[in-house]
């Protein structure tokens, strides 16, 4: 019995349970959600508190939503604020809200914190170059290539800081080899497609630009920022074709509205210009250049009312626009002398409000003139003194 149960152990060995099976939550995406399932029930239950929001905050962050994980590392240091990988954690964080002030202030927090650690100096070289503090990054950035002389991140604020400084060229290289380094870093493909825009290298802009978004195929904004290389090319139609793929993928992505607007300007299509800003400002409100433009777009229609509104919340937006100031007195000028832009549209009487005098053009009669052919000019012969002689020695 005991050599059959020993035989037949062997053979199942060999067969089905010698390689276990694969559980459905080895994925990323499954994991991550059974991990933010127990963290849920362990914060619910108050049960080591602080630690379970950091790494619920974690997860949070690489799921890119920034708002949830910085409410909850906001949380954890609530409740112990002398721990220096929270502080890191929320420089990160930041830094993806933009935040750039309040990142730095948390880092520098988290180095008090005796945090050692190589991605905290590549984060303080990363936002003090941001910052355009420059000396502070390059001291930063040779601490962390000592510590990881192959980080990817490192290279990355290297190429960064040389392309600021004037050295464009040894940038690039830089920030190639942070993409060889790691390529997946996004922030890499976007700078250089940035980069090689501003030169004028169409080609390798949209290059650069469409590696990025094989990679991602799901971010706008590389949509967006391929519009604007063919914009800066002049191919209007393939940058309008960009932009509206980026509205496919997000339709709250103001600044892709705002760039079809223009477009819509450059072909004097004022009433798709109109719609394009005003979808803009239903994003962004405080916009001042979209307000402007919305006004502009119906001052050129012939809607002096409500062009007066958009032109007065730009100028509340920025006391210092000039050129809204200016639209704002054309169209109150318009207005006190009953002029309407609309031409034959007109349905107010000119007579109602008094006119200053024009002056009326003279119109010359041609019966009183008399126009005399210009002569042709004639020779005149003085002639030749005979009682004058000359003598050539």
Known sequence: MLALCETACQSDARTTTRIPPTPESISKKNWQADVLQALDDLISRKVDLDNNLYQRAR?????????????????AIDLKDNVGEYYLLRA??????????????????????????????????????????????????????????????????????????????????????????????LRAYQQISSIYNRL??????????????????????????????????????????????????????????????????????????????????????????ANYLAGYCLEKIGNDERAAEFYSIAIQLNPDDQVAQAALSRIQYRKQRQYDPAGIFATKKAAVVPRSPVAVPRVLDSLKIKIKTIQPRRTIDMGRDSTMQIKIR
Not at 222 to 236: F, K, M, P, S, T
Not at 269 to 287: I, N, V
């Open 59 to 75: 997860i949070f962050l690489k799921q890119e939503k920034y708002t949830l994980a910085e409410n909850d590392i906001n949380a």
């Open 92 to 185: 990160k964080i930041r830094h993806e809200l933009s935040k750039t002030d309040k990142a730095l202030e948390d880092a520098q927090r988290a180095e008090v914190l005796q945090q050692d650690l190589p991605e905290l100096y590549i984060l303080l070289a990363d936002l003090n170059q941001e910052k355009s503090q420059y000396r502070e990054a390059q001291n930063y950035l040779v601490t962390a290539l000592n510590m990881a002389p192959y980080e990817g991140d490192a290279y990355f604020v290297k190429g960064m800081l040389q392309s600021k400084m004037s050295d464009t060229l040894t940038g690039l290289e830089n920030l190639k080899y942070a993409l060889s380094l790691n390529p997946r870093m």
């Open 200 to 289: 004028g290298n169409k080609r390798e802009a949209l290059l650069y630009n469409q590696l990025a978004i094989d990679r991602f195929p799901a971010r706008a904004e590389l949509q967006v920022a391929r519009g604007e290389i063919y914009q800066r090319a002049a191919n209007l139609d393939s940058a309008m074709f960009a932009y509206r793929k980026a509205i496919l993928l997000d339709s709250t992505l103001e600044l892709a509205h705002y760039r079809i607007g223009h477009i819509y300007l450059k072909w004097k299509s004022y009433f798709g210009a109109l719609t394009a800003f005003e979808k803009t400002l239903k994003q962004q409100p405080d916009y001042p250049e």
